[in-house]
């Protein structure tokens, strides 16, 4: 028997079906995620999130390293 169970998301609190029995069909798995990318979550949260915030945290964590590229181009340091 294959074990899901209902879950809230930590960052936005939807409630979705987490399938941990059946990984390959959690909605989790609709979101390609990198090493780094995964630090960056792990570092954020202790819990799932749903694919929406997955996506979104993704998009963060780039948009993150885009600014700091551009922040050392233009000379600015962080304080």
Do not use: P, W
Not at 54 to 66: C, D, G, R, S
């Amino acid at each position: 028997m294959n074990k899901h169970e209902d879950k809230n998301c930590q960052r936005c609190n939807t409630v979705f079906e987490c399938k941990v029995g059946s990984i390959l069909l959690c909605q989790c798995t609709t979101v390609t995620l990198n090493e780094e990318e995964r630090a960056y979550l792990r570092e954020r949260y202790t819990d799932c999130l749903c694919a929406s915030c997955m996506q979104a945290v993704k998009a963060e964590y780039h948009n993150n390293l885009l600014q700091e590229n551009i922040d050392k181009l233009s000379g600015k340091t962080k304080r």
